[in-house]
């Protein structure tokens, strides 16, 4: 390990399992201290558990890494609050926020309960607001007293937010509203020290291991395991660490080997009429730019990779 996080203090949420616990591991890995969020719910985020959190404690511990747990929930702003106050008590320091937390209630649209819209809402969108509101409110407090930061946050956006997908209209759309948290953030943020990025992962963890138990399933011994939640996190573990200076404001991919940077919406094909369209006009320009458009990306619907 090359210690590219060494003095660093970094928070995870939702990091009792799957992608989250990959994060926390690799970041103490490489020397941060980590504080480790999860309430240990259900994959559908019933019940609650400390054990989760704590058994990362112990194994990051185990290791010879420092690392707290921390069980409040993060949707609230007192769990939020005490995240970032829980990283100060314990570590004296706040250097990167990974926002991970989420679980799934997926169903089509027309079978969708507003309860299950609320619930997923609520982990994933709300869920990076508020520990971002407190911690960026840290740094901007840190930035004034004359202490600039040289802070990070990493969002966890989906390929179901970037391209849609069949089944999961709250997912998507939580997805899709963490990418446009991201750019504010980054461009509120930049002036005190803190850099906001996201990723889109796709990895085996208890939200995708059930629905594509095929693609998900692991491979025969001394094979490449291209779904192990452990090939997200190095990209994690640079974009929380000094060495991502510079980047911000930035999507990234990532599967197996794989990092792709998102491009995202820009202008394509373009008509100006230089004063109001007639309704009857709109139809042969529109299907015009259309055509001379690029075709978009797929829609995914059930096997898709693009729901992790």
């Known amino acids: 390990m ?4 060494a003095g660093r203090v970094a928070v995870v949420t939702g990091a009792g399992r799957g992608l989250g616990r990959a994060h926390a591991l690799a970041l103490a890995a490489e020397g941060a201290a980590v504080v480790v969020n999860d309430l240990g719910v259900a994959a559908d985020g019933a019940g609650a558990s ?4 704590q058994q990362v404690v112990e194994e990051i511990r185990a290791r010879g890494g ?8 993060i949707t609230t702003e007192e769990g939020a609050a005490s995240l970032v106050a829980t990283a100060l008590d314990a570590f004296g320091r706040l250097d990167a926020l990974v926002n991970n937390a989420g679980f799934l209630r997926d169903r ?11 619930a997923v809402m609520r982990v994933h969108l709300k869920g990076h607001f508020l520990p971002l509101k407190h911690a960026a409110a840290h740094w901007r407090a840190e930035a004034k007293a004359g202490r600039t930061p040289d802070a990070r946050v990493v969002n966890t956006s989906s390929g179901a937010g970037l391209l849609g997908s069949v089944g999961q209209g709250n997912y998507s759309a939580a997805k899709a509203g963490i990418l446009g948290l991201t ?9 005190y020290g803190v850099q906001v990025n996201a990723i889109a992962p796709a990895a ?4 995708t291991e059930q629905t594509f138990a095929d693609t998900m399933a692991a491979p025969e011994d001394g094979e490449f395991d291209a779904m192990a939640p452990e090939n997200v996190s190095p990209l994690v573990v640079w974009l929380a660490s000094g060495d991502s200076a510079g980047v911000t404001g930035r999507v990234f991919e990532a599967e197996g080997g794989r990092i792709t940077v998102m491009e995202g919406w820009r ?3 373009t008509a100006d009429k230089g004063a109001r369209w007639a309704p009857d006009e709109v139809g042969g320009v529109a299907r015009k730019l259309l055509a001379e458009s690029a075709v978009p990306g797929p829609v995914y619907g059930a096997g898709s990779l693009r729901l992790a």
């Open 204 to 207: 085996r963890t208890r939200m």
């Open 108 to 118: 089509m649209l027309v079978n969708l309960a507003e309860d299950d819209w609320d």
């Open 183 to 191: 750019l504010v953030a980054a461009a509120e943020m930049g002036r």
């Open 267 to 269: 202008p394509g094909p």
């Open 2 to 5: 090359t210690g590219i996080c």
């Open 66 to 73: 420092r690392a707290t747990a921390h069980t409040g929930d």
């Open 50 to 53: 400390a054990g989760p959190a």
